[in-house]
């Protein structure tokens, strides 16, 4: 399976869970506000579950 990004968008900021595998969280969920600051925290998330990543 391919790494997943679950995202809860709010108003200000959201809240993600990185999954490597079907109901396998991957570390600890974040928050992130929807500023440049904020976007470069989800994309180094979603960087580090793709260098994590599940093979098959």
């Known amino acids: 399976m391919k790494p997943v990004i ?3 968008i ?3 900021e959201s809240h ?3 999954f490597l595998d ?3 969280p991957h570390g600890r969920g ?3 506000t929807h500023t440049v600051e904020g976007l470069a925290i989800l ?3 979603i960087r580090v579950s793709e260098e994590n ?3 098959d």
């Open 6 to 8: 679950g995202l809860d």
């Open 30 to 32: 974040f928050c992130f």
């Open 22 to 24: 079907r109901g396998k």
């Open 43 to 45: 994309l180094e998330r």
């Open 16 to 18: 993600g869970q990185a």
């Open 53 to 55: 990543k599940v093979l």
């Open 10 to 12: 709010s108003k200000a």
